[in-house]
């Protein structure tokens, strides 16, 4: 699949180190879907698309670095959407993001609501200032922020808002954030693993299932093609949460 040229139409700052830029072409995509994006003369990416044209952004590297040095008008080589995206089930859903991870879980909470599903929705951040999205999940149903230092909301991490809940009250649980936290979900929802979907972010290097870069021991599990978002019990017994592989495939 070859890139298609993509002009970026607005760019919008969520927090000092978020943006969201918007395009000048719709993708057609399912809720959880990424694109492989290519910052010319840096590197390509995967990237979680957070509006019908757009995707949101975290400075964490080169070539994210890159994406911040860009301006209205610029343009990004883009593939997809990519892989597997969330499955809208049931009447009441649950949804749990930490970090940029709200991303993907803002526009299927859209699409949720205007659906009549039930959306509740629980944000896990480090403080006030990286709040993303709250009027998109407040539009979609209640909302529940945690904060690491306590400056909003529930004191602790995503888990401390299950505090506050009855997860038998929903169909589905949806996840997207750090590894380490969606493993540390699934594992409070014991005999519920079924019943969630997790979004995997891994080191993605071709996006078509073939490099292995992303893959998830024992089985091989390839997040890209066969992901990103994949069901609770399937993770279950592998490495999921405990490491990953960086560019040349050693354990980190």
Same mark, same amino acid.
């Given at each position: ?142 909302? *529940? +922020?945690?904060? &690491? ?6 004191? /602790? %991490?995503?888990?401390? !808002?299950? =505090? ?64 990103? *978002? +994949?069901?609770? &019990? ?6 999921? /949460? %405990?490491?990953?592989? !960086?560019? =040349?495939?050693?354990?980190?």
């Amino acid at each position: 699949m070859r890139p298609k040229d993509a002009v970026i139409t607005e760019i919008v700052s969520e927090t000092p180190s978020v943006r969201t830029l918007r395009f000048d072409i719709t993708f057609d995509a399912v809720p959880g879907q990424y694109l492989m994006v290519w910052v010319r003369g840096v590197d390509e990416i995967p990237m979680s698309i957070s509006y019908s044209n757009g995707i949101t952004v975290q400075k964490v590297g080169e070539a994210t670095g890159a994406i911040f040095d860009l301006k209205v008008g610029d343009s990004l080589g883009v593939r997809g959407p990519l892989g597997n995206g969330f499955a809208l089930l049931g009447e009441r859903i649950l949804l749990v993001g930490g970090g940029v991870g709200a991303a993907p879980l803002a526009l299927l909470g859209e699409e949720a609501a205007e659906k009549g599903i039930e959306v509740t929705t629980i944000l896990g951040i480090r403080g006030c200032d990286d709040l993303i999205f709250r009027e998109r999940f407040e539009g979609a149903g209640d909302l *529940v +922020i945690t904060t &690491d230092d306590g400056s909003m909301g529930i004191c /602790g %991490r995503a888990s401390a !808002g299950l =505090s506050c809940l009855d997860l038998e009250d929903y169909d589905q649980i949806y996840l997207c954030g750090p590894e380490p936290m969606m493993a540390d979900l699934i594992g409070r929802c014991g005999g519920m693993e079924a019943k969630i979907q997790a979004s995997i972010d891994r080191y993605f290097k071709c996006g078509l299932g073939i490099c292995g870069s992303c893959s998830i021991d024992p089985e091989g599990i390839r997040p890209c093609v066969e992901g990103p *978002v +994949i069901r609770g &019990d399937r993770l279950l017994g592998t490495e999921f /949460g %405990r490491y990953k592989r !960086g560019p =040349s495939g050693r354990k980190r």
